[in-house]
């Protein structure tokens, strides 16, 4: 069983930049992280991702301004969020998925951004 936690959401205002970190306990191998987010009264959806082989995805939205990173050592998921915007306040959730198909959930932690 493999558990996530998440940290470095918090309050910013527009143009600032969070950080966000999602790491597993224990040693993994062979996994892709994806980055969810929530905003009040909407649909979770998904904003990046990356793969084993450290290729990224982004939703048109964010690109430009996220970037997707990962330490294999440290079985440790990065998100960093550039220019932020007010849209982009939500409660942001890592997902880390094994290639044998298992997949974890994070906490979730909440990003604010204000103008």
């Known amino acids: 069983q493999v558990q996530l936690v998440e940290s470095g959401g918090g309050s910013v205002q527009v143009g600032r930049s969070l950080r966000l970190s999602c790491a597993a306990s224990?040693?993994?191998f062979g996994w892709t992280m994806k980055w969810y987010r929530q905003a009040a009264g909407k649909e979770r959806e998904l904003v990046a991702s990356i793969n084993t082989n450290g290729g990224t995805n982004y939703v048109d939205a964010v690109k430009g301004r996220f970037t997707a990173s990962r330490d294999n050592a440290k079985g440790t998921g990065y998100l960093q969020m550039n220019s932020l915007k007010v849209e982009d306040t939500a409660v942001y959730y890592c997902?880390?998925?094994?290639?044998?198909?298992?997949?974890?959930w994070g906490q979730g932690t909440r990003v604010t951004v204000s103008s």
């Open positions: 997902n880390l998925i094994f290639s044998v198909g298992e997949a974890y």
């Open positions: 224990g040693t993994i």
